[in-house]
């Protein structure tokens, strides 16, 4: 599997720190500073392409919890942890959210979480980073890689936008290829509130 995955959702956390870590936001990188939980404002998005470019699927999923740490001296030491629920996959289409959520995709009772962990976090620019960890999903983990960029941020919430992909066929989730195209690419907006 490429080094390319969705979670990589935590990894946006970190970025968080790369673009308030530059010498003109060094006051903002102390503010905001400490532990955060990821609310339920989030939106986890995906997109499964379709051979011939007629629509694929897309959805996204309703239940998910993670906390991160912003580490204001060393951005590199601050750490994310998330999980969400394949249970909660909605597409508009209950014959495909049933699909989705049965043992051909992400047998969501046998595997009831899917989890990142961010490793390493690598600034790209100004607001943006590229984002290293582990993807757990099925009971098997790969190493995952995310794009982040650093939204709005307030004195106690930060919002970043997170994209990625991830080659489902690792995880054993390659149900409709070659109809449908090996990889999901995650659009995920997280907002994280200051504990």
């Keep these: 599997m490429p080094n390319h995955s969705m979670i990589s959702t935590g990894g946006g956390l970190a970025l968080a720190l790369v673009g308030l870590a530059s010498p003109a936001h060094a006051d903002a990188l102390s503010e905001a500073a400490g532990q955060y939980r990821i609310e339920p404002s989030s939106h986890i998005g995906f997109h499964i392409g379709e051979v011939g470019g007629n629509g694929g699927i897309t959805g996204d999923f309703g239940k998910f919890h993670g906390t991160f740490r912003i580490d204001a001296h060393d951005f590199e030491r601050s750490s994310v942890q998330f999980e969400l629920m394949p249970a909660s996959v909605s597409t508009g289409e209950a014959r495909i959210d049933k699909f989705l959520r049965s043992d051909a ?39 995952a890689e995310f794009t982040a960029t650093v939204g709005e941020r307030t004195g106690r919430s930060i919002t970043f936008h997170v994209q990625g992909s991830v080659q489902r066929s690792a995880y054993g989730m390659d149900a409709g290829t070659p109809l449908y195209f090996d990889m999901v690419d995650f659009d995920i907006q997280l907002n994280g509130s200051r504990n």
């Design 105 to 143: 995709v992400f047998n969501a009772d046998a595997y009831p979480e899917i989890r990142f962990r961010s490793t390493k976090v690598t600034r790209t620019g100004d607001d943006t980073a590229r984002i290293e960890g582990q993807l757990t999903a099925r009971g098997k983990t790969h190493p």
